[in-house]
T-cell receptor, first 112, second 114 residues
């Protein structure tokens, strides 16, 4: 069965610090990869996705993620975080026509 | 509507009672998913509908849980004889089809079993 690991449960950063959230998955075949974000009191929103092509994908609000096939990883990055990035971030993996498997999430707190 | 609509937004029920949760997906989205979100546990897949195909029920935790989707649109998740461990946020999502389409999530129903 597929699984998704998000290594950090809670990350606390100061504004303007750089962010990297780890995501590793276990699945040997072709996968589709997603990052979702849940701002406080809001529903889950798609941040970015990867299906094929350039392994470095750019999403909304300055986020990007890099797919490294050899490491089964899809880490999320942002060079300079803002207070408004405070949210919970979920990595998700799907091999195709089956429902996405989500990680347990990483809570990001950005302090001024 | 423009988004996925779920009702009720909050539900408090007594242990042993049955509850029904409703999801109205985006018009034209053929795929519909139910997930459960518990504190610190991420999203747990429950059930998936795709078009007219038989639903994938592999994530339902027990036979107390069931779901249906009428006319390829609205879906209802039913939990019978609720238990305290059923307390969670139940999320519905829809998509244009299977991957590579991303999901659009509703705001969820927060279920509290007392």
């Amino acid at each position: 069965a597929q699984s998704v690991s998000q290594h950090n449960h809670h990350v606390i950063l100061s504004e303007a610090a750089s962010l990297e959230l780890g995501c590793n998955y276990s699945y040997g075949g072709t996968v589709n990869l997603f990052w979702y974000v849940q701002y406080p009191g809001q529903h889950l929103q798609l941040l970015l996705k990867y299906f094929s092509g350039d392994p470095l994908v750019k999403g909304i609000k300055g986020f990007e993620a890099e797919f490294i096939k050899s490491k089964f990883s899809f880490n999320l990055r942002k060079p300079s975080v803002q207070w408004s990035d405070t949210a919970e971030y979920f990595c998700a993996v799907g091999p195709g026509n089956t429902p996405l498997v989500f990680g347990k999430g990483t809570r990001l707190s950005v302090i001024a | 509507g423009a988004g996925v609509s779920q009702s009720p937004s909050n539900k408090v029920t007594e242990k042993g009672k049955d509850v029904e949760l409703r999801c109205d997906p985006i018009s034209g989205h053929t795929a519909l998913y139910w997930y459960r979100q518990s504190l610190g546990q991420g999203l747990e897949f429950l059930i998936y509908f795709q078009g007219n195909s038989a639903p994938d029920k592999s994530g339902l935790p027990s036979d107390r849980f069931s779901a249906e989707r009428t006319g390829g649109s609205v879906s209802t998740l039913t939990i019978q004889r609720t238990q305290q461990e059923d307390s969670a946020v139940y999320l519905c999502a829809s998509s244009l089809g299977t991957a590579p389409y991303g999901y659009t999530f509703g705001s969820g129903t927060r279920l509290t079993v007392v």
